[in-house]
């Protein structure tokens, strides 16, 4: 693997049943690759709660995922409503989400903390009301 | 133990029988938020929960969990479990509560 891999995946707005579908795709190619079953772990529930995040407050959006030797690159991209205040949305339990998305079993408001957690860098760029830029790297090495 | 050591024990009834009989499971799991199951669900656990969603069934694949156990007797919609069947995802249900599957499971991993 010595030269880079880019994928690209459109994240249908308010399609629960297809949420996950990116990240499960990443997962199964990182694996085929033979990348580390825990890096692997890590890249999918940071992309997952990123995919399920531009479904409920987004109405969804695009990832690009750069595989390289030494990390992955996660940029998804939304023109959603934007976070007003990110630092307030990165609080554990923090969500607006609504009560019919609470139903389902999200708006935990955990996510972004998943995200943060699970990465080694992670970046927030944010307008309201033009959308919201979140790029995460895994370091492999 | 086993995927398929645990449903051959017939404790609980089988949704989806799953492609991966040999999987180890590691450790019963229980919680219903899925962001929190996300973040804290071990590899190959037996994830007990009421929610039978097919995001439950993505976070699972996602997380590596060994199997679902469906609790409190919850029921999985037919496209969800053509779901389960088309991914190889484990599922079983039960009437038990959430606790009571989750200490079967526990049991039988420290019999
Ligand atoms: N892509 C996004 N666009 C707009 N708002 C977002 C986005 N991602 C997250 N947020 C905001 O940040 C909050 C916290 O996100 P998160 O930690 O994932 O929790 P949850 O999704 O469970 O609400 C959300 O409730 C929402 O207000
Ligand atoms: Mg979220």
Known sequence: MNEKLTLSYEVPADDF???????????????????????????????????INMVIHAHGGTINVTISPEEIEMVLKDEGPGIEDIELALQ?????????????????GMGLLNMKKNSDEMVIDSTVGVGTTVTMKVYIK | MTVKEFINLGIFEIVSEGSNPDRKITVPYCCDLLSIAM?????????????SNVNTLAVASLTDAALIILAEGSVMSDEAVSKAKEKGITVLAAKLPVFEAALRVYKELNA
């Open chain 2, 39 to 51: 973040g804290r669900m071990p590899a190959g656990a037996a994830w007990v929960t009421v929610m």
């Open chain 1, 92 to 108: 554990p339990g923090f969500s607006t989400a609504p009560d019919n998305i609470r139903a389902l079993g999200f708006g935990a």
């Open chain 1, 17 to 51: 049943t297809r949420a996950g579908e990116a990240s499960g795709s990443v997962k199964g190619m990182l694996k085929k690759m033979g990348v580390a079953p825990d890096i692997v772990r890590r890249v999918a529930i940071a992309m997952y709660e990123g995919e």
